[in-house]
């Protein structure tokens, strides 16, 4: 990649403020030998709930394991209904899939892109189990809308926070709002590591005793299994990253919060470009900047080829891969997540991108649009 060139994110700037404490830190490690269950994963999993204000964080392998086990912890069984947008990265209907529930797609407000808590109330039956609000961008979803719904059907809500980690909703923190949430450590996320990891967050004592069972085998005894589980657990060398970028994540997301309000002034006024917004009561991590454009492939293409790191976050909504083909549900099913994908582009936004890259980023965008 060119100098000139401005990536979508930039990982390489986030490992330099951390290198040398992330390289003490894997020293420790393997000068202990402790690359499995060693206690900076302990220490990681204390100090993450402290800081969400939750009881348990219980790391796992990855953010789709941690929405498969937070559902199947929280009493979600085969042949039960989990609804879910129809707008989200595929995981999350993988991970109902995996445990043989069934996926029930729905549509997502035009404004924010999230959930809609009209089109679950019409989804529920009597099969529902879960209901999965997905906190899309780094926004959070409307979960005490969606609280009612829950206890009028015995559902659970378990969030997918896998792109909130630091957002809030009227001052609580997305991955509590729930019986249970997963969330994913992937390294492009607001809290990323140096590759795959995620974890449980949950308040109920007993689902997270279930976690640390499920993730372990079914065992919660050596060579004693309890039940059919799976081998899913964060392992040390990550936990030393995560607990590095940890102590950075609040100001992090505030360089984040700080970039998206340049956008919105770079961009302001500019015909054929609709901003995202804030919803009331969110305070936003921006793990994306998205707008919304016509002939979007176009704009997208010019700005790739000006070495601006556009991309798209989902250019196909879940019922329209081939996947989930099987459920039947054609193109025109759900409007808003359809038209939206259409539209979308994601801006390069990190914490340390720079005046003059979102300068030269808005600029290409007027540009493309014009």
Request: charged share 20%; with cysteine.
């Amino acid at each position: 990649m060119s100098i000139n060139n401005i990536p979508l994110v930039d990982l390489g700037a986030q490992q330099l403020e951390i290198d040398e404490e992330v390289m003490v830190g894997l020293k420790q490690v393997f000068a202990t030998t402790s690359f499995i269950g060693g206690p900076q994963v302990g220490q990681f999993e204390t100090d993450y709930a402290d800081y969400l204000g939750v009881k348990h964080c219980i790391g796992v392998g990855n953010g789709t394991d941690a929405l498969e086990l937070a559902l199947r912890a929280s009493g979600v069984e085969a042949g039960g209904e989990v609804i879910l947008p129809a707008n989200t990265f595929i995981a999350t209907a993988e991970a109902v899939c995996r445990i043989g529930a069934v996926p029930v797609l729905v549509d997502v407000d035009p404004q924010y892109l999230l959930i809609d808590p009209e089109r679950v109330r019409e989804a529920v039956t009597e099969r529902t189990q879960a209901i999965i609000p997905v906190h899309l961008f780094g926004q959070t979803a409307f979960v005490e809308q969606l609280e009612p719904i829950a206890r009028e059907c015995g559902a659970v809500i378990v969030e997918d926070a896998a792109q909130s980690q630091g957002a809030t909703r009227f001052g609580r923190a997305a991955g509590t709002l729930g019986r249970a949430a997963g969330t994913s450590f992937y390294p492009g996320k607001n809290l990323g590591a140096a590759g795959d990891a995620g974890a449980v967050l949950t308040g109920d004592d007993d689902v997270a005793a279930r976690v640390r069972l499920l993730s372990a085998h079914g065992s919660a005894q050596k060579y004693r299994h309890d039940a059919v589980g799976m081998n899913s657990r964060l392992d040390t060398v990550q936990a030393v990253v995560l607990n590095a970028k940890l102590g950075r994540l609040e100001r992090w997301n505030e360089r984040r919060r700080n970039a998206a309000a340049r956008y919105n002034e770079l961009l302001s006024g500019i015909r054929g470009i609709e901003l995202p917004r804030s919803a009331p009561g969110n305070i936003d991590v921006w793990h994306l900047y998205v707008i919304r454009v016509e002939d979007r492939d176009h704009v997208l293409a010019e700005l790739n080829a000006a070495g601006i790191g556009a991309g798209i976050h989902y250019p196909t909504p879940v019922h329209l891969t081939d996947a989930f083909a099987r459920l039947g549900q054609g193109r025109g099913t759900f409007a808003v997540a359809e038209e939206s994908a259409a539209r979308i582009l994601s801006l390069p936004l990190y914490p340390h991108i720079t005046v003059e890259q979102q300068q030269r980023a808005a600029e290409a965008v007027a540009g493309a649009v014009t």
